[in-house]
């Protein structure tokens, strides 16, 4: 018999509901919750009158990488919006209706998008301090979750999640604001509000890794001596897919490049006018960088051609508040951002402009500030004058910290949602075409800074301020996962 949490609720379709909630109020406008398959308007507050019409390429793409062999399709006449039964397509491979013997990738992407992570949660660990960071490595097989508190555990998602290292940070401002795995899973680095970032040996047999006690966690200095001395914090760090470099953003407004070959930082660049919060490789060949910050702008730069010093290849604008996390679906053209203004922006850098219109930034005739005031009503049916983005989802709130936002992962889904914290506690997950909110998913009581999808099977992991690192599943037996043997505990975290 099944012992997992209780108040499941599975509708005829088999998609497991535990812990949705259909709440008109948890958006504006009285938006609610819609299920996988959905083609209800009106899901994403705001979003999904405009994406009703969208017939951008990368709807096309999406669509080509998620949906079913047309044979598949004409199973079930005038409903081929709307997902094909699992048992249909198992029976159409039985008889052969592709001509290939066997599901394609796009048939097993939509079979596999169809079972969202949304049963549970089951707790995975606990501790006394803010969860900021929480990331799976590129194969799934290890799981990165950075506190506030100086601790960093890499799990090990095959062994029971059992705790592989657990590294006490060195030198820490703050807290522990980003980490990045090496793409061969040796080495892990992270960063604080310092311009130092340290490296650590994953690899090493040492389970405790204290810094310079059991272990050397050596320093890779982003700071020169133009700084004069002034100390800057890193907000946001990543390997390149070859880990050969890392690219940071700073709070002294620049994104950095470091060499790891050389041991030096090998590009610096004045990115933004304000604290540069997010960057991110746009694709394998390492050559393009996004940023995205507190100016309100996403920019592009290509190595490949600087025209000038600090002026990048193109700039994206659309943002009404400052962009704090860019995630690329990794084809070198399209990206999400999240922004303090309480939207996720989908962008095609095909788009982008030489410079930013001269009056970008919509004045307000009010001060806010996001880390402690909500954000003001009579700003969130504002748009840009100068949007250049694809498309907008809104539901979910980015208060108070650097929210994260994401593609689906491309194996199991084609990436055909983006999901991401919020500040009101839970995650969210948007259908990417029609911007319809598929998902909200509730356990935690303070804000979810990040959450990450595994790369191959439909589990979530989501961390919050609340200390808590819960795994969202949805196991197709209906069986408790077997990665986890832990129960939730309902507790209170004052801070």
Known sequence: MFSGPTD????????????????????DAGKGYFGVGSSTSGGGHGSSERLADLDHEISQVTKLKSCPHQRFSRQVPGRHQLPVSTVKMLAGRESNFSGRGRFSAADCCHILSRYLPVKGPWLVDQMDSRAYVSQFSTDGSLFIAGFQGSHIRIYNVEKGWKVQKDILAKSLRWTVTDTSLSPDQRNL????????????????????????????????????????????????????????????????????????ESNRVSLRAVAHTSDVNTVCFADESGNLILSGGDDNLCKVWDRRCFIGRDKPAGVLVGHLEGVTFIDSRGDGRYFISNGKDQTIKLWDIRKMSATAPARHEVHRNYEWDYRWMDYPSESRDLKHPYDQSVSTYKGHSVLRTLIRCYFSPAHSTGQKYIYTGSNDSSVYIYDLESGDKVAVLKHHNSPVRDCNWHPHYPTLISSSWDGDLVKWEFPGSGEAPIMSKKRVRRRHFYY
């Open 8 to 27: 499941f609720d599975t509708d005829e379709m088999g998609y497991a509901m535990s812990r949705l909630e259909i709440e008109s109020d948890l958006c």
């Open 189 to 260: 680095v992270y960063a604080s509000m310092s311009p130092i970032v340290h490296i650590v040996d994953v690899g090493s047999g040492t389970t405790e890794s204290h810094a310079n006690v059991t272990e050397i966690h050596d320093g890779l200095d982003f700071s020169s001596d133009e700084d004069g001395g002034y100390s800057f914090g890193i907000f946001s760090v990543k390997f390149s897919t070859d880990g050969r470099e890392l690219v940071a953003g700073s709070s002294d407004d620049s994104i950095y490049v470091y060499d790891l």
